[in-house]
């Protein structure tokens, strides 16, 4: 069966700081893989997603990015943080040709 | 433009109420995906359904049903007979097929709290 992991589960970083988010996928080879946040007030954002090995696309310009070093993992990075990045992120996968997106546990990361 | 609106913010019920959750979509595709997703307290997103545009069926599944109407662009999901651990922030979302992949349109959630 598939599984999925993030970390940190948590994290308290102060602004200017850098950022680094994994995600990884065990069980399925080629995943289309996502990154999304979720601000207070529960709306979910799609900030990122890939379709293959270095194949990012990026949904909202902010000083995030996102890489995908390897086929099942998923980094989110940033060089120096913003208030408004605290949130909790998410990361999904989903298989080639299904619609269905299957999340992870999530990271909460509050920039202070 | 698509778009996911779940009107009711908050619900809050007694234990083995029923009780439905509404979800009403926006999209110019004829085909696409509705879904539903469980957030509970931990955070984890919890995949609980999908339905094709093309399958205008309602489904059931234990104390979950779901009642899928094109004519009036819903898809909204009833619990019967709710209990405390369906405590939890739902959410209805759309998928358009997009070139290799998809990408979900999420509501703004309706947080069902079941009161023991």
């Known amino acids: 069966s598939q599984t999925i992991h993030q970390w940190p589960a948590t994290l308290v970083q102060p602004v200017g700081s850098p950022l680094s988010l994994e995600c990884t996928v065990e069980g399925t080879s080629n995943p289309n893989l996502y990154w999304y946040r979720q601000a207070a007030g529960r709306g979910l954002q799609l900030l990122f997603y890939s379709v293959g090995i270095g194949q990012i696309s990026s949904e909202v310009p902010q000083n995030l990015s996102a890489s995908r070093p390897q086929d099942r993992q998923f980094i989110l990075s940033s060089k120096k943080l913003l208030l408004s990045d605290s949130g909790f992120y998410l990361c999904?996968?989903?298989?080639?040709?299904?619609?269905?997106?299957?999340f992870g546990p999530g990271t909460r990361l509050t920039v202070t | 433009a698509q778009k996911v609106t779940q009107a009711q913010t908050e619900i809050s019920v007694v234990e083995k109420e029923d009780v439905t959750l509404d979800c009403v979509y926006e999209t110019r595709d004829t085909t696409y995906y509705l879904f539903w997703y469980k957030q509970p307290p931990s955070g984890e997103l919890v995949f609980l359904i999908r339905r094709n545009s093309f399958d205008e069926q309602n489904e059931i599944s234990g104390r979950y049903s779901w009642n899928f109407q094109k004519s009036t662009s819903s898809f909204n999901f009833t619990i019967t007979a709710s209990q405390v651990v369906d405590s939890a922030v739902y959410f209805c979302a759309l998928s358009e097929a997009w070139g290799a992949t998809n990408k979900l349109i999420f509501g703004t959630g309706t947080l069902l709290a079941v009161q023991p």
């Open positions: 999904a996968w989903s298989k080639t040709g299904t619609y269905e997106q299957y």
